[in-house]
């Protein structure tokens, strides 16, 4: 007979048993439901609510039940539907009616609310660890690559000259972003729901603040029927693994055309590029590609859990169940995609000269021009319709600023003298960018010293 089973004449049917249960999936949580439960048992023995023996035989055993899954000793069964209901029915079948006293002042609805916040919690510190790395690894590509100037892109177009350091750099500054967001999802998620009962608490005299330092948790629900309905903090979660991927994504799609025979900006290692099973010449960053494409699954999740709570009254309703599998499946795509890509960055190949090469067409030095214009008296907009007369000249003459004649400058303005040449060159045109912000070298040194201040104080 199941555990709740006594006003039941039948068992279920076993389809049923097949479609309600969750141990598949669940089981994964193990460890915390036993921590729960241990914490939970010594709360009730230090409140008297069992007898204090009682409590302490519970949590040995249960100690020992951690201890043979974590050795592989443990089997669970799919009629025990859940890994509450088969941690428990262990600790039956092991110290009987005493085990039986465990459940007391408890639900699964808060049960299972406690159990998937401290997996959470745990999640969340170890994806900050997986970031951590990223944006050391980040951080170091910029630290080399102060001087590598590249051209900086809008609309995919050349636009102006910057460094692969500033560029790195603006990933950083993202993935701090993305850091700071799961801290912030872990304070809304470190709040203990358990005391919460089915809905309306219990007429037993928990302790919940015991239970609450004994398991680390920061807080109390203060509502009972929101302690075992909400599923915020798994949204918020989702969102949050949603937009590190989306990071992740951005970037990828960067070094998929970096790779390209186009581009030429970076070659991948071998280690992180597969080959053609029909053209012997090819070397495709799959990684990346792969990255790219699992994006899509992660922000499946957070839209499925979305629309799976839209339509939900208070309190709890078994539609909650669908929360895990979607929450387990973008952790575990999230923890696959960090560390590859973190690797994909650190062995690749920068090939400096081509990012040089290319600044020096799409006249990324425009601006510049533009700005010694400026400079030497003439009102911005009249500026930028001279330097924009040039660049026309510069097409129709399949030449560059670079190499236009002083003569040819002054055809279009008599402002121009031969002081427009250091003012355009591409070095120049980043280390004259030193705001806070900009590529210069001066800046970015400073800004890579501080992100390994940022860094190691996390």
Not at 85 to 108: A, C, F, P, Q, Y
Not at 187 to 208: E, I, Q
Not at 268 to 294: H, V
Not at 318 to 328: N, P, R, S, W
């Amino acid at each position: 007979m199941k555990l709740w089973g006594g006003r039941f004449t039948k068992s279920t049917d076993s389809f049923v048993d097949h479609f309600h249960s969750s141990i598949s999936f669940d089981q994964r949580m193990y460890k915390e439901d036993i921590e729960g439960s241990i914490a939970h048992a010594g709360m009730l023995g230090k409140q008297g609510t069992i007898p204090a023996e009682d409590a302490k035989l519970i949590q040995k055993t249960l100690k020992e039940i951690l201890s043979d899954i974590e050795e592989g000793k443990v089997e669970f069964d799919e009629k025990a539907e859940d890994i509450h209901m088969n941690i428990e029915t262990i600790l039956i079948s092991r110290i009987g009616d005493v085990g039986k006293r465990l459940h007391t002042g408890r639900s699964r609805n808060d049960q299972v609310a406690l159990d998937i916040r401290m997996y959470v919690k745990k999640e969340i510190k170890n994806i900050q660890e997986l970031l951590k790395e990223l944006m050391t690894v980040l951080n170091n590509t910029a630290e080399k690559n102060m001087d590598t100037i590249m051209p900086g892109y809008t609309h995919l177009q050349r636009a102006q000259p910057v460094t692969l350091a500033h560029h790195v750099t603006a990933y950083i500054e993202m993935f701090k972003r993305d850091y700071d967001r799961l801290s912030d999802t872990y304070k809304r998620t470190n709040v203990l729901p358990l005391g919460s009962g089915a809905l309306a608490t219990t007429t037993y005299n928990l302790d919940r603040y015991n239970v609450m330092e004994a398991l680390g948790f920061d807080s109390v629900t203060l509502n009972s029927m929101d302690g075992v309905s909400d599923r915020d903090f798994c949204i918020e979660l989702l969102s949050a693994l949603s937009i590190i991927m989306m990071h992740l994504s951005r970037f990828c799609e960067e070094i998929i055309l970096w790779s390209s025979h186009e581009f030429k900006f970076i070659e991948l290692d071998d280690s992180y590029s597969t080959g053609s099973s029909i053209m012997p010449q090819k070397k495709n960053p799959d990684m990346a590609e792969l990255i790219r494409g699992k994006t899509g699954r992660v922000y499946g999740y957070l839209m499925g859990l979305l629309t799976t709570m839209k339509g939900l009254p208070l309190a709890y309703n078994k539609d909650m169940q669908e929360d895990k599998e979607g929450v387990f499946a973008a952790i575990d795509t999230l923890k696959m995609c960090l560390p590859v890509f973190t690797a994909m960055i650190d062995t690749m190949t920068v090939n400096k000269d081509n990012m040089l090469n290319a600044t020096k067409g799409g006249f990324t030095n425009a601006t510049d021009a533009a700005d010694w214009l400026v400079k030497n008296g003439v009102p911005f907009r009249d500026a930028h319709a001279i330097i924009g007369q040039l660049v026309l000249y510069c097409i129709n003459n399949n030449t560059n600023l670079d190499d236009l004649s002083i003569e040819e400058y002054r055809k279009i303005s008599p402002v121009f003298d031969e002081s427009v040449y250091d003012a355009i060159k591409v070095e120049k045109c980043v280390e004259a960018r030193n705001v806070i912000g900009g590529p210069s070298k001066e800046y970015i040194s400073k800004l890579v010293e501080e992100n390994k201040k940022y860094i190691s104080n996390l």
